[in-house]
C-alpha cells in the first residue's frame, strides 16, 4: 500500500514533473544524444530498419528511471512516487507525439493540419531536416517553436557552417 497524502501536492508534484520533463528532454536530446550519445541516436536519423532502432534505448533508460522512482516511493519516499508517475505521463505523452504522430510508428496515421499538432508536427520535421548530429533545430518534443523561426535558424545556421567551411577552405590553400 502507497502512503497516504493529500492528492492536490501530489497532482502538483506529477503536473511539476511532466513539464520539467520537457526541460530536462532538450537538454538530453541536444547535448546527450546529439553529442557523445550520438552513437545511439543516429539510427533514429536514418532510414528505419525494422520495428525498433537503437535510440529506443533511450525510452528503456528513462523507463527504469521512472520504475526505480515509483519502486522508492512506495517503500518510504513517497514524493518520488509521484515524480516516477510524472515520468510516465510525459512518456506516454512521448510515445503518443513522437512515435505516434511525428513518426507514426503505430498503425493510426495522422498527419495534423492545423493548430499545435501541425505545429509539433513541423517542429520535428524541421529537426530531422539535417543529416547528422550537427546543426539541427528543435530539440523539445512536446514544446515546439514556430516553424517559421526554426527554418530562419537552420538557414542561419547553414550559412555559419558554410562560412566556416569556406575559410577552413581559404587556410588549407594558403596565401596567394
Known amino acids: 500500500m502507497y502512503p497516504r497524502t493529500p492528492m492536490l501536492p501530489n497532482a502538483a508534484i ?4 511532466v513539464v520539467a520533463m520537457e526541460a530536462v528532454a532538450w537538454l538530453v536530446h541536444k547535448y546527450l544524444m546529439h553529442g557523445p550519445g550520438w552513437g545511439w541516436h543516429a539510427s533514429h536519423h536514418a532510414p528505419r530498419q525494422g ?3 537503437k535510440n529506443d534505448l533511450y525510452a528503456l533508460v528513462s523507463a527504469s528511471v521512472s520504475i526505480l522512482l515509483i519502486w522508492l516511493g512506495l ?3 513517497p514524493p518520488l512516487l509521484w515524480i516516477g ?3 510516465t505521463v510525459y512518456g506516454v505523452l512521448y510515445f503518443i507525439a513522437h512515435d505516434g504522430l511525428v513518426h507514426q510508428r503505430w498503425p493510426l496515421r495522422i498527419t495534423p493540419r492545423s493548430g499545435y499538432l501541425k505545429r509539433l508536427y513541423q517542429a520535428h520535421r524541421l529537426h530531422h531536416a539535417v543529416h547528422g548530429r550537427d546543426g539541427a533545430v528543435s530539440f523539445g518534443f512536446l514544446w515546439a ?12 545556421l ?7 567551411g569556406d575559410a577552413a577552405a581559404a587556410r588549407r590553400a594558403g596565401p596567394r
Open 51 to 53: 520495428w525498433f532502432e
Open 158 to 164: 547553414r550559412a555559419q557552417r558554410d562560412a566556416e
Open 75 to 77: 517503500n518510504g519516499h
Open 85 to 87: 508517475i510524472g515520468m
Open 14 to 17: 506529477v503536473l511539476f514533473t
Open 145 to 156: 517553436p514556430s516553424p517559421q523561426k526554426l527554418r530562419e535558424e537552420l538557414q542561419r
